[in-house]
């Protein structure tokens, strides 16, 4: 079966995540702390942030995992409910800070137009809100490419769950055979799995191809050898 549709993970597939969400983590732990280093701290400590060079390290579990992962850590930490007040206050906070952060891989507009430009159709699958995959997308002019995007928070579930992939195939009507996820990721990887679709592992963010590998059906360095890789499969 011929592929038709193309999920795309965001950060580390065709956003910077360093670039993207590291200063902006930062920002938003100062804030939360509000003066206080100890609390600044234990909320880095959370996420594995080094607070000093304002990094994300590899080990963060929030590369892979979403802000509404984050509220009943933070919430206990600063003593407070992880209700929905709080997870607003968090949601705004981060689209703020990386809304003007935002960093593209290479020259993804160039991509999305070539793979469009044969067919495909083409869709955001990502772990961070729809409200900020989206405005990051509308900002570096690259949201006219997607015929959907899906967060973590779009009704869907999130990643590593299929529920993303299949309200995708479910919206244009495509069979799993007919798709791909391409991703960073052991979650984006791991969706695929369970959706039924190829799975694409890509070495732009911070796994190498061999911790991909054993995941994926193909590896490719970033999204834009995607084009190369798809006409040997077809």
Known sequence: MQLRALLFDKDGTFLDFAKTWDAATGSVINTLAEGDGVLAERLAEIVHYDLEARVLLPTSPFIASSVGELIPLWAEALGRPGDASFEQILRDLFHDATLNAATPIG????????????????????????????????????????????????????????????????????????????????????????????????????????????????????????????????
Not at 115 to 128: F, K, M, P, S
Not at 181 to 198: K, Q
Request: proline share 3%; charged share 20%; hydrophobic share 40%.
């Open 107 to 234: 020259e993804p507009a160039a991509v999305f137009a070539t793979l469009q430009q044969a067919g495909y159709r083409l869709g955001v699958v990502t772990n961070d809100s729809e409200r900020g995959a989206r405005s990051q997308c509308e900002r570096l002019g690259l949201v006219s490419w997607f015929d959907a995007i899906f967060g973590y928070d779009s009704g869907h579930g999130r990643k590593p769950e299929a529920g993303q992939i299949r309200a995708f195939l479910d919206q244009f009507g495509f069979q799993p055979g007919e798709a791909a996820m391409i991703g960073d990721t052991l979650h984006d990887l791991h969706a695929a799995r369970a959706a039924g679709v190829v799975a694409i592992g890509v070495e732009s963010g911070f796994m190498s191809a061999e911790q991909l590998a054993p995941e994926a059906d193909y590896i490719i360095s970033d999204i834009s050898k995607l084009s190369d890789l798809l006409q040997k499969m077809n």
